[in-house]
């Protein structure tokens, strides 16, 4: 496993495709950050409408959706490059075992999400403090900072975890970074907008069992109170975290299985 490892580890970093794209999150939350911050201090001003500064803070730190994004697509591309270009059969000369080999791909995508959620969150704290110099930050409950830390981190591992099983279930990378785009941004707002109007409350309940939509819950300010979002709509941040997590595990245990099935 650690000669797997090394080897997952080395391909990553020597990508310059890499770091352009690590490079591209810190610079889109910074931005998003400073975007956030503002434009709800201003509204605040303008209206009167008070956003509390937990929530405000939550939201300059987790709503940037690059990053998540980012982590993802090089899960796809962890596996999609090598069928796209033919190094399977390399990396499985390399470590014939494929439960390694697999175990050592979804290992170093998680520890590389870890790691950039981590300078995201720093950059965004680096906007936050200067921008919310005025507000005091002694309400803010130490107890929801972390783990809403806890929480991004989290999410940002799960799509990381959710790539890698795209690109060793689906072949062809475009089509595996297709799906993992469409599911969150385009086919769960729409179907959960459905059950949301359905006027059944068990069909209502269901929506937020949706994968990304529960995962969103585990960065959500709810325990806290929120002006700007209906806290209603989600689960709460326990039980969102579990059933994001367990959906994302189910699907990594079923690419593992396809990955050990599949000719190479």
């Known amino acids: 496993m650690m000669t797997a490892l090394a080897y997952e580890w080395w ?11 690590a490079a591209a999150t810190l610079i889109v939350t910074a931005l998003l950050a400073l975007a956030f911050g503002a434009l709800i201090k201003d509204m605040s001003e303008d209206q009167g409408q008070v956003v ?19 982590v993802g697509t090089l899960g796809v591309f962890a596996m999609g490059h090598e069928y796209r270009y033919g190094t399977i059969r390399t990396t499985l000369a390399l470590t014939p075992r494929r439960s390694v080999a697999f175990g050592a791909k979804a290992v170093s995508i998680a520890a590389f999400g870890v790691m950039l959620a981590l300078a995201n969150l720093a950059v965004a704290w680096a906007v936050a403090l200067p921008l919310l110099a005025d507000e005091s930050l002694a309400d803010v409950s130490a107890a929801l900072l972390v783990r809403v830390h806890i929480g991004q981190v989290l999410l940002i591992v799960g799509w990381g975890l959710a790539g890698v099983a795209l690109g060793a279930l689906i072949r062809s990378q475009t089509v595996a970074l297709l799906i993992l785009l469409a599911v969150p941004f385009v086919l769960e707002p729409m179907l959960r907008a459905v059950l949301a109007n359905s006027g059944q409350s068990v069909l209502e309940h269901a929506a937020m069992f949706l994968p990304f939509t529960a995962g969103s819950a585990m960065t959500s300010a709810a325990d806290a109170g929120t002006t700007l979002m209906d806290s209603s709509a989600q689960l709460g941040p326990l039980v969102g975290g579990v059933v994001f997590l367990t959906l994302v595990t189910a699907k990594t245990a079923a690419a593992a299985t396809a990955f050990q099935r599949r000719d190479a």
Request: no cysteine; glycine share 4%.
């Open 11 to 21: 391909r990553l970093r020597t990508l310059r495709g890499t770091w352009w794209m």
């Open 52 to 70: 509390p500064v937990s929530e405000l803070l939550v939201i300059m730190l987790t709503k940037s959706p690059l990053t998540p994004v980012i």
